[in-house]
């Protein structure tokens, strides 16, 4: 697809545009009014001129980026998610909803509900498999005992023991 830069007023490809880092509703990523070469040399005239240095052009700078995330929070925290669900432990935005599913929206271990919270995704941190999804305390408490269950056993012990009733 060709695309007519607003600087030059030259039809280019899509490649020789950066993306403006807005999202559309379709999911694909907007690419700026100006060709990478125009912004290029917009970019070099600035430095030049020491235009990044006025506090004042920091600020608006600053503020435009905290804007366009709040436009885009939704999508942006989506793609993150999914990002890194897949980055950290190899599974999918379906994979978990379907473990969620599996588990009943519960935690594998302690049975309770996050409630509006996100459980976690438990693994094994020498393999890396997957092993179930945890409530926070629950993931910590294995995280605590560095995923040993005689530690755990012990510390079961240890309850049973001083538990006054």
């Known amino acids: 697809m060709n695309k007519k830069c607003s600087k030059c007023k030259e039809t280019k490809t ?6 403006s880092g807005y999202i559309r509703k379709d999911e694909t990523q907007a ?11 917009e970019h070099q005239r600035k430095c030049k001129a020491g235009y990044w240095q006025l506090p004042e052009n920091k600020v608006r700078k600053k503020e435009n980026a ?3 995330y ?5 999508k942006i925290l989506r793609k993150t998610r999914e990002r890194l669900l897949k980055k950290q432990f190899g599974i999918t935005p379906d994979d978990y909803e379907r473990m969620l599913k599996d588990q009943r929206g519960a935690c594998k271990i302690c049975g309770r509900s996050p409630g509006a ?8 941190h020498k ?3 997957v092993r179930a999804l945890l409530c926070c305390q629950c993931n910590m408490m294995l ?4 995923d040993e269950p005689t530690t755990l056993r012990l510390a079961a012990l240890y309850l049973e023991e001083h538990n006054i009733e």
């Open 14 to 19: 899509e490649e020789e545009f950066h993306f």
């Open 143 to 146: 995280g605590a005992a560095v």
């Open 66 to 68: 905290h804007k366009s």
């Open 117 to 124: 919270r996100r459980l976690h995704v438990d693994h094994d």
């Open 70 to 74: 709040l436009r885009n929070k939704d």
């Open 127 to 129: 393999t890396g498999i």
């Open 31 to 41: 690419a700026h009014a100006r060709c990478k070469k125009c912004r290029r040399k």
